[in-house]
């Protein structure tokens, strides 16, 4: 028998008084992700550096009756531009000022990126955006979030869990450099930071990332789960920009992809899942850093992204990065 289909209604408790941050949530699998969070009563920030597309989709929702759903939650945006630490340092503190918790944060915001482009001209180091937004962007906030997480996950049932989207894509290629030195991030490799095959390397990051997090979070005896989950082929405008980019393949694949793939309104159950299913933490020890395939099957990921010390130094090398730019 095939695993049971994975129902939002049924499957999740009742998230009420509980705080989430879904970034990229204006759109795609964040949207639907945002959705499903309300409805289950939560109290939702999506995460977008565009205001007047943020208030566009959070006026969706309302046409949507999601609001008006018994029992559901709230949603506000919050203003998150995560091409720069800075800027996503910014969002992070300007949350802290409105919220004194959080008990669930979802890195879902990424772009494809289409050749070598600057994250910021002046920059003390000319660090790729695609690298600057899809890796350093979820390191820069949830680290700045983690003295709320860490409060949050003190407090007596509390169930504070951190998820990462990475991507099935990421098996497919890899970049192999030296995660010691950030200089691997610069102009000096626009070869290396060219279209689809840095996107999907950026995908295998998030891997290490929340792996690597879930293991400085045991070290120090935090009962905060982290875990990285590809949210599926789902039909969404990122997803066909995706298929659209796969070199001799994108003008084949894109005119089937309604037929490979799963509904938009499915792009949240993996998130959502990963984020607030019981199951999760009844089996912490099997879900604790874990990867997900849709929906809640733990998987292997790529065997670059398990490497313990490229990880550290993966990390390492972000926090030094980080203060450079």
């Not at 989709?57 to 008006?68: H, N, P, T």
């Not at 180091?125 to 680290?143: A, D, K, Q, R, Y």
């Not at 997900?292 to 926090?319: H, Q």
């Amino acid at each position: 028998m095939g695993r049971p289909k994975f129902n939002p209604s049924t499957d999740v408790p009742d998230l009420k008084g509980k705080v989430a941050l879904v970034t990229g949530g204006n759109t795609g699998i964040g949207y639907e992700t945002v959705k499903l969070l309300i409805t289950k009563g939560a109290k939702v920030y999506m995460g977008a550096r565009n205001e007047s597309r943020a208030t566009a989709a959070i006026a969706q929702l309302k046409s949507e009756g999601v609001l008006d759903f018994p029992g559901a939650g709230q949603v506000e945006w919050l203003h998150l531009d995560q091409i720069l630490p800075r800027t996503t340092r910014a969002g992070a503190e300007d949350f802290m000022r409105r919220e004194s918790r959080l008990d669930i944060l979802i890195n879902n915001a990424a772009i494809l990126g289409h050749g070598y482009q600057l994250a910021l001209v002046d920059a003390k180091i000319p660090v790729s955006e695609l690298m600057s937004t899809n890796h350093l962007g979820p390191f820069v906030l949830t680290t700045a979030l983690l003295p709320l997480l860490k409060k949050t996950a003190e407090e007596p049932g509390s169930d504070v869990r951190i998820i990462t989207l990475s991507s099935g894509s990421h098996y497919e290629s890899w970049v192999d450099l030296d995660w010691k030195s950030y200089d691997q991030w610069t102009l000096a490799n626009d070869n290396v930071w060219n279209g689809y095959t840095a996107y999907r390397t950026t995908k295998g990051l998030n891997v290490m990332f929340a792996k690597e997090l879930q293991r400085r979070l045991d070290e120090e005896k935090v009962p905060i789960l982290s875990i990285a989950i590809d949210p599926g082929i789902v039909d969404t405008d990122g997803t066909r920009k995706v298929v659209r980019a796969v070199p001799r393949l994108g003008w084949l694949l894109s005119p089937i992809i309604k037929f490979i793939s799963v509904p938009r309104c499915e792009g949240g159950h993996n998130p959502l899942f990963a984020a607030a299913s019981p199951i999760v933490r009844e089996r912490r020890a099997e879900f604790a850093g874990a990867y997900l395939a849709p929906v809640g099957v733990i998987a292997s990921p790529k065997k670059e992204t398990l490497d313990v010390a490229a990880a550290r130094d993966l990390w390492e090398t972000s926090e030094r990065a980080v203060i450079a730019m």
